[in-house]
């Protein structure tokens, strides 16, 4: 009786996948592909009784750093998981109801992705957060599982996948066999830590304050991993902290590497830790296809060079690294005798 | 499949080789900087791309290669994809590509679009549901008076049937041999034969025969015509039961002044509590009383 109405409200449900991650959320609709892919922020404002959701996404990342005292821009993921609950579920709601416009009456299913290292209690604030949002049924599969899935790594084979997603706020390696995790490691550093590290370098080494999107946009720009071919340069504006006066200054790669040596270098670790404790046949496999990278993290420039020298193993980046999890996480979608398989459990 | 990956590679294998050669670098020496296995890097430039893991890999290996040579390697995945259009492989790597900035917006709109589609298959569902329904209630009613059926058969097929030359004597041979209701096909008149009539008119001649009224009502009968109407008007306050067709029964309690008419396939059975209550007509032909004043009445009335 339950197969029928599931298989009844299976036809009238847009079923979601989404990547609810620390910069960004993307939500792809069953048989649409990706629909949305908005900054996970959201802007708040303040009113005498209780709070007021002004925007959500791009619109509310504009208004980041940039708002007077009624109004905050929150970004609700930190470290790849639920900070702000209520704000999370807000968020969700607004992107559910923008993607499955409640056309029809049937709630839609949801594939979340959460990070590996996620904890009982961050699992259940997920979960809960996206039921209250407007779920009927809600499924967390693992990111790194989502991205490789989402690379088109060969997950269901007995041999060993090594796939590196790079988020906004944690980094996950993983090496995958048998469409399941064999070792995981989730360190929180990500994109959010390297536009930090940029904030505090160039704070240090020219007393000018710069907020987190020119961190970003610097980043993106000219950041590196590795020692490229030419040398990059950039003009940076912000605030000089001992005159306290607008101004701006020009900064090269060379800079932002030794700015981003520290996140940089968690990640590698991150890998090798991964590598050291693989078990050796899976090695084996590892030592002939290599590591692969997925996610914003993945388009730092020549991260894939620093981590081929730092390992020794050809490195590859997925193709559209910013959509792997997502991806994946819809491909589980059209299968769902794979989600049931790699579903996690809570 | 492997023959186009051989063409594939055919394309793409030389171009990377000959990149290779013209910057006079080793194959040795271009696995040790790019960490692909030499045994990958030669099965790339021979264009044996079946050697290597899975796609995924292929590509990523294709471009880091491409990308130490010097080449574009959009350009390289570029024609791998093109000549890789034809098999499935490409597939599962062609979804990302369509959408690489969809506007929400229009996310939106293509969600109200799919909504027309979406709503196909319930109401082709409704409409088989609804399709049903009409073919259940049509054999619902078959049962009910099997009927509409048997009576246009017996006509043509009691004439060619059972004995051909007598039809003539049907209505004298009938209330001669009442009681011979077993020799049916000696009784041309009889609309039983085909085997496809209900079972209803076999069962009713038997009981017909001692009624002393139901001989008037046969001749009217005669008619051949699709189904029969009895026509009763009450003279007295009474009951009676009709089965109509031997199938549907039904009791009624009378007024004197009632009039009542049932249609019926081939017949009535009458139970009437005062045979001298009722008079009527049975198909349009006026009925002697139906039995004794005062007393209760038996009565089967046929089509013939």
């Known amino acids: 009786m339950i197969k029928i109405f599931d298989a009844l409200f299976g036809m009238f449900s847009n079923d979601l996948a989404i990547d609810l991650g620390t910069a960004n959320t993307l939500v792809y609709l069953k048989g649409k592909g990706i629909v949305v892919r908005e900054p996970s922020v959201v802007a708040v404002q303040k009113m005498q ?54 056309k029809t009456l049937v709630r839609p299913r949801i ?30 599969i693992e990111e790194p599982m989502a991205a490789a899935i989402g690379a088109g790594l060969p997950i269901t084979e007995a041999s060993g996948n090594m796939i590196v997603d790079i988020g906004g706020g944690t980094t996950e390696v993983a090496v995958i066999s048998l469409a399941g995790i064999v070792y995981t490691k989730s360190v929180r550093v990500g994109g959010d ?31 590196e991993a590795y020692p490229g071919n030419e040398l990059l340069h950039m003009e940076v504006k912000g605030r000089d902290l001992v005159s306290g ?49 997925a996610g914003g993290g993945a388009l730092l420039r020549n991260l894939d060079i620093l981590l081929r020298e730092e390992t020794g193993l ?3 980046t997925a193709e559209d690294p910013l959509s792997c999890v997502v991806l994946g996480s819809g491909k589980v979608l059209d299968e769902l005798a794979l989600l049931r398989n790699v579903a996690v459990s809570s | 499949m492997s023959d186009e990956e051989v063409v594939s590679g055919a394309a793409i294998g030389p171009l990377l080789k000959n990149a290779r050669e013209a910057k006079g670098v080793q194959l040795e020496e271009a696995s040790r900087v790019t960490k692909i296995g030499k045994n990958y890097l030669s099965a790339i430039e021979e264009g044996a791309f079946e050697k290597l893991p899975n796609p995924a890999y292929l590509k990523g290996f294709l471009r880091l290669y491409a990308t130490y040579l010097g080449l574009s390697g959009d350009d390289i995945i570029a024609r791998y994809q093109q000549t890789l259009t034809t098999t499935p492989i490409a597939a599962p790597a062609a979804p990302p590509q369509p ?49 509409s059926a048997p009576p246009p058969a017996p006509a043509p097929a009691a004439v060619p049937a059972p004995k051909p030359v007598q039809p003539p004597m049907s209505s004298a041979a009938r209330p001669a041999q009442p009681q011979a209701a077993l020799p049916v096909p000696a009784q041309p008149g009889q609309p039983v034969p085909p085997p ?29 015509r699709k189904g029969v109407i009895l026509k009763l008007r009450f003279t007295q306050d009474t009951w009676m039961s009709i089965t109509i067709d031997g199938a549907i029964s039904q009791r009624y309690d009378l007024k004197a002044g009632d009039i009542i008419e049932w249609k019926g396939a081939h017949g009535f059975t009458l139970d009437l509590g005062d045979g001298g209550a009722a008079e009527g007509e049975f198909n349009g032909r006026p009925l002697k009383a139906l039995g004794e004043r005062g007393k209760p009445a038996h009565v089967e009335l046929k089509a013939d």
């Open chain 1, 193 to 223: 830590k390297m536009d930090e590290a940029i904030v505090q370098y160039i704070k240090r080494k020219y007393n000018l304050l710069i907020g987190d999107r020119m961190a970003e946009l610097i980043k993106i720009e000219i950041g």
């Open chain 2, 196 to 224: 496809g009539a209900a079972p209803a008119p076999q069962a009713a001649p038997p009981t017909a025969a001692p009624v002393a009224s139901a001989p008037p009502a046969t001749p009217a009968s005669k008619e051949g």
């Open chain 2, 99 to 147: 959408e690489p900035h969809d506007a929400s917006a229009m996310g939106v709109e293509r969600v109200t679009f799919r909504g027309h589609r979406r709503w196909g298959i319930p109401l082709l569902l409704l409409g088989l549901v609804i399709v049903a329904a009409l073919f259940f209630s049509e054999s619902e009613e078959k049962r009910e008076k099997p009927a």
């Open chain 1, 111 to 140: 594939v979340i992705c959460v990070p590996s290292g996620i904890t009982q209690v961050e699992k259940r604030a997920v979960k809960e957060s996206a039921e209250s949002a407007g779920a009927r049924e809600v499924y967390l």
């Open chain 1, 49 to 102: 009784n209780g709070q007021k959701v002004l925007a959500v996404g791009m619109e509310a990342k504009k208004m980041l750093g940039r708002t007077p005292g009624t109004i905050t821009a929150i970004r609700p993921m930190k470290d790849g998981v639920i900070a702000d609950f209520d704000i999370t579920e807000e968020m969700l709601r607004y992107f559910i109801h923008k993607v499955h416009n409640r």
């Open chain 1, 245 to 293: 006066i607008p101004k701006t200054t020009e900064i090269d790669s060379n800079e932002i590497r030794d700015a981003l040596s520290e996140p940089v270098t968690a990640i590698v670790d991150a890998v090798r830790n991964c590598l050291e404790r693989t078990p050796p046949e899976l090695a084996a496999d590892l030592v002939d296809k290599g590591i692969v990278l």
């Open chain 1, 314 to 316: 050809p490195v590859v």
